[in-house]
T-cell receptor
């Protein structure tokens, strides 16, 4: 079962770039890394997913080093509406079934 | 298009009772997953179903069970409720063809309070 570690909280000013790193030391060879965003009283919302190197979409970038033991979510020019909890998700499969592991999440607070 | 819907939105039960939570996936999605989220913690995986078959199970006691119906909707049952079962129960759906790594779309959750 892949275990993940993230910083508990981060603060950032509006307009800055924010990088949140997740450690996943025992990630399996075929596992992907997925990041979700969650606002209070709502279900998590998909942000980005990657396997290796760099992935970019309209809202974020994901950097994954060659050893894949960590990943970094990059949010460019954050705004107040980016204040939320961010989770990295790593899956581990075995014996025909799946185990999905959310980290404890990083609470990002964007300051005006 | 409607997103993932869950019912009820809130529920209060007493210890020892049983509860059934319901989830309707996005149209065209064949996989449903259930998560438990205790206040201040990340979601914890309970089950994943695809085409009515269990495809994944988390570390939860046998008091937790689930099933998926031919229309791909799903129910989560919890028997002999404990105070510690108080949480937000999230349902997520995905297309289902490529395993858990597909993007999961979450519903708003059912908040269960056990007294």
């Amino acid at each position: 079962l892949a275990k993940t570690t993230q910083p508990i909280s981060m603060d950032s000013y509006e307009g800055q770039e924010v990088n949140i790193t997740c450690s996943h030391n025992n990630i399996a060879t075929n596992d992907y890394i997925t990041w979700y965003q969650q606002f209070p009283s709502q279900g998590p919302r998909f942000i980005i997913q990657g396997y290796k190197t760099k992935v970019t979409n309209e809202v974020a970038s994901l950097f994954i080093p060659a050893d894949r033991k960590s990943s970094t979510l990059s949010l460019p020019r954050v705004s107040l509406s980016d204040t939320a909890v961010y989770y990295c998700l790593v899956g581990a499969s075995g014996a025909g079934s799946y185990q999905l592991t959310f980290g404890k999440g990083t609470k990002l607070s964007v300051i005006p | 298009d409607a997103g993932v819907t869950q019912s009820p939105t809130h529920l209060i039960k007493t210890r020892g009772q049983q509860v059934t939570l319901r989830c309707s996936p996005i149209s065209g999605h064949k996989s449903v997953s259930w998560y438990q989220q205790v206040l201040g913690q990340g979601p914890q995986f309970i089950f994943q179903y695809y085409e009515k078959e269990e495809r994944g199970r988390g570390n939860f006691p046998d008091r937790f069970s689930a099933r998926q119906f031919p229309n791909y909707s799903s129910e989560l049952n919890v028997n002999a409720l404990l105070l510690g079962d108080s949480a937000l129960y999230l349902c997520a759906s995905s297309l289902g063809g490529s395993g858990w790594q597909e993007t999961q779309y979450f519903g708003p959750g059912t908040r269960l309070l056990v007294l």
